[in-house]
């Protein structure tokens, strides 16, 4: 008996087995096949992603012995699927691992590019600067201009800017043009014996589109013919470019010199030797000339032969904008594929997300080989068209028939009440569309699936409701001939605390993989043709439940709710709006509503103070996040944890406004009186007894979390951001910001760097050359759209009420990206203000240390960006006194990282398996709820070890908010 390593880590239980490769010909096990195939078909897609091949071999580890659905097996199944999932989650990793390197060796081959590019600009000035005071040179430069021009039918069919419809780049001019006394054969023979010459846009026409594409992407969606002429010249000896208009498809060269096509390599090659031939002729003719250097004309043309682009899809034809819906409206579906179910899930599931990106759907979707189930929010003026796109024929335009149409059971559950737009903005039930690929898209613990097509019989809502009626007034009359049904609710024990149909007896479990051991205890005695009805919220585990209860079990008499209590609730609002619901309390659903209430029953007791409720949460503390009923007064008392332990951690964390009597002076800042006040911890009596936040700050920290509610919590808040100020305005005032996210800790640098300004009598405003100036560098155009308005406020109506106000306008309009690259302002005269949007922060700061930057050196580096990468910034900020002075100042945001980096900490002391960690239940469970905060913390952690054996620095770590490194630069 071989044990399978890979489960253990999940679920400390062995499965027989044994190691087989990741392909369908090793699989011989019919049942293990038609179970797990998802975990396999992801190679097909591996291959077009060229994986390593390392990685493809590695094995999967599956049963290879007929599995029943016994207790034990049941949790096989789990342990099996659970890795299955690592597996499949694991492979996606890599796929996303190696696109990102990808994408960094394109950016890394663009910014040499474009570096080599800047620095033969520099060699050719000099050059030019040693010709002017010598005797005139024939020196050809080192570059070539090309002039790039797009005709009217791509310009209007790609939408092209500005930019795209015509434009100038400079490509580099390689030794081989060294000499103009090389014919066209030894041109050619030279060129291809040297393959780096094709990495020149001058030598390949690969290379040359590539180029092409870097500076018009659009380009990079048609199908397009290049052409090349020389340029035509005024005088002077400028190029002449038609105007806007002025050339048509037909006729859209009009130089008298040619225009060639450009097919080959050959072609690029000769059209680039003629452009020097042309520039030195013309060289030679005129003296004195505005022509710098070789320059060549490529037209873009469409390619009359290329096929014309599909029409859309018939659901999508006269569909209204979904940004203009006033109202989303939450909807549930799920689909059981028969014959085998879904054979790529990976590709279904990118199927899925570009079919449904038109209509700015949100939600939760699984996707696996048994099927697809889905929790989603779609606008409601587009809700019909998603409908088609979920159900249309292949024959009509659709897409999905072979994953949904007629095997979505009951079709889509839709919520009868639509949510208010603004409600929903202000308490998403989804942020974004997820659509994953697992194993099973209901975890049910079997490692062999049953067959999902025979699971009893799809009782109707009405007929359900009548069925329900009957059986309780059978139950009330106490007649004995007639047996009653045996309701079983399907659901976990804190969804049917809080709502249940009448008669309905619940499983209580804790997962719905532990229902079998409870439906063989609860049926064992039962004859198996007893009428049994089973329910859940929307009807999937109840299509598992009955095809156990039929297949393994024997019962004969089974039926389910058809789309379960949503399709209930609607039914019996549109159809029989009079009759009494038989569900009492609450449906609890997967989104952050948790719940729509149905009745006003309150069915549910509260799990800190007893008291009957019908409110579901989720425990406030990210770190513990535990699901609880608990009644308003108890989580208002808590804030909405679970324990006085994590009301203190969230209280830390500065999740919660502090209560205080504050009162207002004439500057628009609070000041605090004395009060009654009993904090609960040093961390609240600390802020306190601080200096308020004046009203723009405050202002901040509300449009934040209307504006961007995830990040809410990322915002530096009074303590953290009191700090900066301070530290910023004991410098010259000169700070650089990698991530300026909604403005909040600029406004306090730039703050400070005011006061700093004041106590040196700075007069004139500071900026990139030297004086009091905040340098702000982020990547997020949504985020500097906030941000800088926030600045902008500041800078001219200062920190008060009346910038607050005008602050406040923010929220109430919609959010504009930031346009451009840059934007400054000036706060008081004195200090000056940049955001600049960057790509890569990283390389951006590398690049203005390691070269002759236009910026003076900073005082402080404040580093609230990629927490992966921090150690390389730091790297690059002390590696030389450009970008920060000697002494300088790094401050490193986030380093507790939720106060788990002692769980880090202690993981890389402790020798034990990190999946079997000592301490008590609530510890193990919050670990391994929080995978991800642990591999960050992990990486927070690390960082912290490493910078602190660093010799070029020396660090204090303070334990505010979350976390701030004081990293001197020796």
Known sequence: ??????????????????????????????????????????????????????????????????????????????????????????????????????????????RERNLKLRNLFMEEKQADNHSSSSSSSSTIPPMFAVKVVTCRTLRLELKMNGREKRGRMFVERPSLFSTLQIDDEQLDGDASDDDDNNEYACMSLKALKQTIHEFFRRLKKSTYILSASLPILDEDGNVLTSEEGDDDDDDQNSSPLGMWRLETDEDVQNAFLQAEQFFQRHQEENESTSMKRPTLVIHVTKDPDAPPPPPPPPYLVGMPDPLTSPTMTMLSFYAFPPNGGISDPESTADQLKRLWRPFRALGRVYVANEGVNAQMSVPTNVLSNFLQCCTVKPEEGGELSHVLGAYMENGINID?????????????????????????????????????????????????????????????????????????????????????????????????RDSWDVLKDRLQDVPKDAPVMTYCTGGIRCVKVNAFLTQEMGMTNVSRLAGGIISYDRTLNEQAPAEESMFKGVNYVFDSRMGRRITDDQLGTCFTCG????????????????????????????????????????????????????????????????????????????????????????????????????????????????????????????????????????????????????????????????????????????????????????????????????????????????????????????????????????????????????????????????????????????????????????????????????????????????????????????????????????????????????????????????????????
């Not at 139950?475 to 976990?492: A, M, S």
Request: charged share 25%.
């Open 611 to 970: 008291s009957k409720t019908h409110l579901v949460s989720n425990c406030k503390n990210e770190n513990c996040h535990r699901r609880m009923v608990q009644c308003e007064n108890c989580a208002d008392v808590l804030l909405g944890t679970c324990s006085e332990g994590c009301k203190g951690r969230v209280v830390n964390a500065g999740m919660v406004p502090n209560r205080k009597r504050e009162t207002t002076n004439n500057t628009g800042d609070e000041t605090r009186q004395e009060s009654d006040e009993v904090y609960a911890n040093v961390d609240e009596y600390s802020s306190g007894y601080s200096s308020s936040s004046p009203a723009l700050f405050r202002q901040i920290e509300l449009n934040t979390a209307a504006l961007l509610p995830s990040g809410a919590h990322m915002v530096s808040g009074q303590m953290q951001g009191a700090l900066l100020k301070m530290l910023a305005s004991q410098t010259s005032g000169r700070i650089l910001e990698i991530g300026s996210f909604t403005g909040y800790a600029t406004a306090c640098f730039l703050e400070g760097a005011a006061i700093a300004g004041e106590l040196i009598n700075k007069k004139d405003a500071g900026g990139r050359e030297g004086g009091p100036f905040v340098l702000s560098l982020e990547r997020d155009r949504r985020a500097l759209g906030i941000a800088s308005a926030h600045i902008k406020a500041m800078s001219e109506l200062g920190l008060g009420k009346e910038a607050a106000k005008e602050a406040s306008k923010i929220a109430d309009g919609p959010i504009v990206d930031f346009e451009g690259d840059s934007v400054s302002f000036t706060y008081k005269g004195i200090a000056g203000c940049e955001f600049l949007r960057v790509n890569d922060a990283l390389a951006t700061v590398e690049e203005m240390a390691s070269s002759q930057s236009h910026f003076a050196p900073f005082d402080i580096a404040f580093v609230d960006a990629d927490k992966t990468r921090l150690m390389d910034y730091v790297d690059a900020l002390v590696s030389n006194d450009r970008l920060l002075k000697k002494g300088g100042l790094i401050i490193v945001d986030n380093v507790l990282w939720k106060g788990l980096v002692l769980d880090a900490n202690n993981s890389v002391h402790n020798s034990s398996d990190e999946t079997t960690p000592t301490g008590s239940s609530e510890e193990k469970e919050m670990l391994k709820k929080n995978r991800r905060a642990r591999k960050l913390a992990m990486n927070m952690h690390q960082f912290n070890s490493e910078v602190v054996n660093d010799e070029r620095v020396e660090v204090v770590m303070m334990p505010i908010r979350d976390g701030l490194s004081l990293i001197r630069k020796r």
């Open 416 to 512: 009868p009440i639509p949510v208010d737009m603004e409600e929903f903005q202000a308490k998403p039930a989804f942020k974004n569309l997820h659509i994953r690929v697992r194993s099973q898209i209901v975890a049910d613990g079997f490692a062999t699936p049953l067959d999902w097509q025979s699971a009893g019989y799809d009782m109707p809502p009405l007929e359900w409701h009548q069925k329900l009626k009957e059986a309780r007034e059978a139950h009330e009359k106490g007649g004995e001939d007639t047996p009653l049904p045996i309701v079983l609710d399907c659901r976990n024990d804190y969804e049917t605390q809080v709502g249940r149909f009448e008669l309905a007896e619940p499983l209580d479990t804790e997962n719905f």
């Open 1 to 110: 008996m071989s044990f399978l390593l890979a489960s253990v880590v999940m679920a400390r239980r062995s499965i027989q087995g044994k190691i087989i490769a990741p392909t369908f010909a090793h699989i011989t096990n019919k049942q293990v096949h038609n179970r797990s195939i998802s975990a396999f078909v992801l190679n097909q897609r591996h291959k077009k992603c060229k994986l390593s091949p390392s990685f493809l071999k590695q094995p999967l580890y599956v049963s290879n012995n007929p599995v029943d659905t016994s207790s034990t097996s049941s949790s096989s199944g789990a342990a099996y699927h659970a890795s299955a999932n690592q597996q499949i989650v694991a492979r996606r990793n890599e796929i996303n691992r190696q696109k990102r390197q990808a994408r960094q060796k394109a950016l890394d081959k663009d």
